[in-house]
């Protein structure tokens, strides 16, 4: 009762990155509400899948293994989590905002009228006070995220339905071990009673999932542009760096927008969070929008023709010019110095 959960989301045998990042968060919220961290897992063949959540500080991993399970289907997931949490009543629950989570979270919310806050960028514990009716919330989930195409953050709330709910992006939470040697309790979930078999009507007989071929996510270093590298040309010469250097190539809303490369590459709040060792920032100017989404780099360098670009103030280290002279440049000494 009153405890965090968390949807663990399970593909091809794999628990999703975005999973271990709300168990971290939920572990925080937990910690601060004082009450247990729970996590659900759905698919076949799950045994051992604790060895890999309890670390993250779950107190309650509630398991529902079936083969008709396995891949995500809409329906039965749906009606377990429904079950689930009309039974256990949390007061807050989580899942990434991915395609799972974003087909699988308002099925869920509006089952259980609990209302859903899509693709949060930070989630909080906060008090909220209605003046006029002087009346005060405790504890209530704070559900931030961008509105109006990222030019306000929005904050949230839902006094009165629980549970309250919450999607969250990948990568702009850090995932963190609470205690190697943590351990929790195991609930094994018997299907039957959580799923009717008229959830199962629609089997799927063949299964194609083509695997995205861009992982800036992951990547250690990143080569981003913005409006100002100028031209789909010019950003080869980023993409030409980034292989050189082992790296990825991304991008700001604005050069999105331009037409120089595709949504997938994007960086900031309506895009991917990324934490490289080394991030290089062509002629980006650094509004916040494009910031939250690479301020945790070790290391930026920014190459910019606008010596008072707002991201110069970040970087630790600036490169003055423009991008069509100075990356040139870093491809021929870098290929120089590594023969």
Request: with cysteine; aromatic share 6%.
């Amino acid at each position: 009762m009153n405890n965090v959960t968390v949807y663990c989301e399970l593909d091809e045998g794999k628990i999703a990155d975005v999973s271990f990042e709300l168990l971290t968060k939920g572990r925080s919220l937990a910690n601060q509400l004082n009450c247990k961290l729970e996590a659900i897992l759905i698919g076949h063949n799950l045994k051992g899948y604790e060895k890999m959540l309890f670390p993250y500080g779950v107190d309650t991993l509630f398991i529902a293994d079936d083969k008709r399970l396995d891949p995500y289907a809409t329906l039965p997931h749906t009606s377990i989590l429904v079950t689930l949490f009309n039974e256990e009543k949390p007061q807050i629950a989580l899942m990434g905002a991915t395609t799972i989570g974003r087909d699988l979270g308002p099925r869920v919310s509006s089952a259980l009228k609990s209302g859903l806050t899509a693709d949060c960028t930070e989630l909080e514990i906060g008090d909220h006070e209605v003046t006029r009716d002087k009346k005060v919330y405790k504890d209530l989930l704070f559900q931030i995220r961008p509105a109006f195409g990222g030019n306000i953050i929005a904050t949230i709330i839902n006094p009165d339905c629980r549970p309250q709910m919450a999607t969250v992006r990948e990568g702009v939470m850090k995932k963190a071990i609470f205690n190697p040697l943590h351990k929790g309790k195991i609930v094994d979930l018997d299907v039957s009673k959580y799923v009717d078999e008229t959830a199962f009507v629609v089997k799927l007989i063949e299964r194609h999932v083509e695997e995205s071929k861009v992982d800036i996510k992951n990547a250690t270093v990143v080569v981003a542009g913005g409006f100002g590298v100028g031209s789909v040309e010019n950003f080869g010469l980023l993409y030409e760096l980034a292989a050189l250097i082992g790296g990825e190539v991304g991008a700001s809303r604005a050069a999105i927008d331009a037409g120089y490369v595709g949504h997938e590459r994007q960086i900031g709040q309506t895009g991917i969070t990324v934490r490289p060792k080394l991030y290089i920032a062509c002629g980006i100017s650094g509004q916040i929008q494009h910031l939250s989404g690479m301020l945790d780099s070790s290391i930026i360098i920014s190459i910019n023709n606008d010596p008072n670009a707002p991201i110069n103030k970040i970087a630790n280290y600036v490169i003055q010019g423009k991008v069509d002279t100075v990356i040139p440049k870093m491809i021929k000494y870098y290929k120089e110095n590594t023969k």
